[in-house]
């Protein structure tokens, strides 16, 4: 019987370290750990993926451009090409993403040559399943576009998408307005071509993970889940900033973006908000996945923080139906189809509207009577009640 009991004994002991050994295995840590030491004994292969540098976060990262230089020019895009597999095989999962000084648009041109006038591209040995457009809200930030053109164009080619990249510049100095922008980015996308998916893309953020596909969920994609900026992780469960994914059913639904978000803020929240007023919901890519690095910038000059935003999300409800894609108004001024983007300079107008009527002159003095007083149509009220505190996202930034 004594016997009996030690040979329990050791059993359990034996499947206690058993469990411990396997919780310690499991831990995200094993698998750097392993891949370390399997990277010092294996000899460099030729896939390109074996130059991996490190991140600053541990992850390692592979050239965003490996792999796809063995793609070459089909001599005429055929009616009877396969279809592209469900998984591409240049997929490979985290890249290496920095930004390095001197890098010129002709050069991230030389690395892509497969991509055709106004920013397209479609597989030159398969048909792609996807037909994905990128619309980048644009003022003054030609530095940043092209480290987004570098790293997005191979992005998009590993995963075998057909693509089309637009950026919406918005013309003039007047307050920027991201929304509308991208209001006016949808329909001229859509007008010349049949995209089953939109992405909606801030152009300073770079994707870290060639997993986040990108085409479109059956419900609203927010694919930046993890950026660098947040500590890789979501701030809030609403939030829909960044980089963000609709099909245009999704989008015609939720009756586009609003249009009177002037200045920074509150619009990616309204967005968020009538993704659910539209009876759709949010999906995302895993946090390992939908990565991020944002280049690091301030405030921009016209596009100050609007102070109207907290008043105006919490009308969004009463609003949405009738402010949105359906009353969109916006002038293009230019349509240039550059070797890699489409680049449309639309004028958007003011809060007073496109072309607000031009008050009266003064009438001339009358000896003796003070002129008439004529209102000034300035560009923002200020709000009868400001707020203070700050957004759920002002406040995760805050904390880092
Ligand atoms: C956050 C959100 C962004 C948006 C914004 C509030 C993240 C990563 N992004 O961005 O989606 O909701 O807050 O409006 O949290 N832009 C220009 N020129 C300008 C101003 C803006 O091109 O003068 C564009 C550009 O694409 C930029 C985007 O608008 O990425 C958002 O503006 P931001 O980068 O200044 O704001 P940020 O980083 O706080
Ligand atoms: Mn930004």
């Known amino acids: 019987m004594v016997a009996f009991q030690s040979k329990w004994r050791y059993l359990f002991m034996f499947l206690g370290i058993q469990l411990v050994v396997m ?9 750097k750990r392993v891949t370390y030491f399997i990277r010092i004994f294996r000899k460099p292969d030729g896939t390109g993926f074996s130059g991996r540098n490190h991140t600053a976060t541990g992850i ?13 020019k089909a001599h005429s895009h055929r009616d009877d090409m396969p279809y592209c597999p469900k998984t591409s095989p240049f997929v490979g999962g985290p890249l290496h993403v920095s930004f390095p000084s001197g890098l010129t648009l002709a050069e991230v041109q030389r ?5 055709v006038r106004g920013g397209r591209y479609r597989p030159p040995n398969c048909e792609a399943r996807h037909r994905t457009a ?37 013309a003039g100095n007047y307050t920027f307005n991201r929304a509308k922008l991208m209001n006016a980015g ?12 939109l992405f909606f893309h801030d152009v300073d953020l770079i994707p870290e993970d060639d997993r986040n596909t990108y085409v479109c969920d059956s419900n609203p994609k927010h694919a930046a889940i993890a950026m660098d900026k947040f500590g890789y992780k979501l701030p809030y469960k609403m939030y829909f900033g960044g980089v963000s994914a609709l099909s245009p059913l999704h989008y015609l639904k939720m009756n586009g973006f609003p249009n009177n978000y002037w200045g920074w803020g509150g619009e990616d929240d309204d967005i968020g908000v009538r993704v659910s007023l539209a009876g ?10 939908g990565r991020y690095k ?7 000059k016209g596009n100050d923080v609007n102070p109207k935003r907290f008043n105006m999300l919490a009308k969004t409800r009463q609003t949405w139906k009738m402010d949105g894609m359906n009353t969109a108004e916006y002038e293009i001024i230019s349509r240039q189809y550059l070797p890699l983007y489409t680049n449309i300079t639309v004028y958007i107008g003011t809060e007073a509207g496109l072309h607000p009527p031009t008050p009266p002159p003064p ?30 996202k002002e406040s995760a930034l805050n904390n880092h």
């Not at 390692?60 to 070459?72: E, P, R, W």
């Not at 690395?111 to 991509?115: F, G």
């Not at 949808?186 to 998916?197: Q, S, V, Y």
């Not at 003095?365 to 003070?370: I, M, T, V």
């Open 280 to 289: 759709m919901y949010i999906t995302r890519p895993s946090l390992k996945v």
């Open 294 to 300: 944002m280049i690091k910038h301030k405030l921009d």
């Open 23 to 31: 919780a310690l295995l499991s831990r995200e840590g094993y698998q």
């Open 363 to 392: 009438p001339a003095k009358a000896a003796g009577k003070p002129a008439a007083e004529v209102p000034i149509k300035g560009p923002a009220n200020p709000p009868a009640k400001m707020k203070k505190g700050l957004s759920e």
């Open 186 to 197: 949808f329909r001229e996308a859509m007008r010349e071509e049949d995209w089953d998916c």
């Open 60 to 72: 390692t990262g592979g050239d965003v451009y490996a792999n796809l230089s063995h793609l070459s």
């Open 134 to 170: 990128i619309v980048i809200p644009h003022r003054h930030r030609e530095h940043h576009l092209k480290f987004l053109l570098y790293y997005l164009h191979p992005f998009l080619q590993r995963q075998q998408l057909n693509y089309g990249i637009y950026v919406i510049h918005q």
């Open 111 to 115: 690395k892509n040559p497969l991509v």
